[in-house]
């Protein structure tokens, strides 16, 4: 088993460019989420999908877009990128949203010039 | 939703000494309190967790303590070693996981 895969893992955007970070798990994990990390402010999540075809907004959606297509794959879209979104982003996964343990990809470390 | 705070945010102690980080939450709902610890650039990784019908939880030289009335719930650290120098965040979860802030803890030789 990968566990749970990112990439890239380091990315330079201008700003106004769009990319998409990508995550998938191979764990047949019904939940799946994106945080992102900034200093001193903890894991601060941004969507979470609870199946295949089901998304919702956390705590900071803004900015982003997120699909579900299959139970494998949760993509991460920053539709015009701003200097706010430089940070490091996470997925996690786990095998139901309301039970047990998240498992973190390795981050992808993003600057918004 | 759940609003987590976590305190400390630095803690610096003795290797042998004991460490503890405190975490209060909002939603009484919550029923499940994870820790988890995050060594220099790597991934959070859980350490413990304890859910609601519980007081407490020991797996060696970490235990987890839950107040349900006061709304708290702590890390404790007994022996600290070197290894045990990271970022440690506690979290809550109601019908999503919400991460307190990290308490960064440095274990001095």
């Known amino acids: 088993n990968a566990g749970v895969t990112q990439t890239p893992k380091f990315q330079v955007l201008k700003t106004g460019q769009s990319m998409t970070l990508q995550c998938a798990q191979d764990?047949?994990?019904?939940?799946m989420s994106w945080y992102r990390q900034d200093p001193g402010m903890g894991l601060r999540l941004i969507h979470y999908s609870v199946g295949a075809g089901i998304t919702d907004q956390g705590e900071v959606p803004n900015g982003y877009n997120v699909s579900r297509s299959t139970t494998e794959d949760f993509p991460l879209r920053l539709l015009s990128a701003a200097p706010s979104q430089t940070s490091v982003y996470f997925c996690?996964?786990?095998?139901?949203?309301?039970?047990?343990?998240?498992?973190f990809g390795e981050g992808s470390r993003l600057t918004v010039l | 939703g759940e609003n987590v705070e976590q305190h400390p945010s630095t803690l610096s102690v003795q290797e042998g000494d004991s460490a503890v980080i405190k975490c209060t939450y909002s939603d009484s709902a919550s029923n499940y309190f994870p820790w988890y610890k995050q060594e220099l650039g790597k991934r959070p990784q859980l350490i413990i967790d304890?859910?609601?019908?519980?007081g407490e939880k020991k797996d060696q030289r970490i235990a987890v303590t839950l107040n349900k009335t006061a709304k708290h719930f702590s890390l404790h650290i007994t022996e600290t070693q070197p290894e045990d120098s990271a970022v440690y965040f506690c979290a809550g979860l109601d019908y999503k996981l919400s991460f307190g802030a990290g308490t960064t803890v440095t274990v001095r030789a």
């Open positions: 996690a996964s786990s095998h139901r949203a309301d039970t047990g343990e998240l498992f």
């Open positions: 304890i859910r609601s019908n519980v």
């Open positions: 764990m047949n994990h019904e939940y």
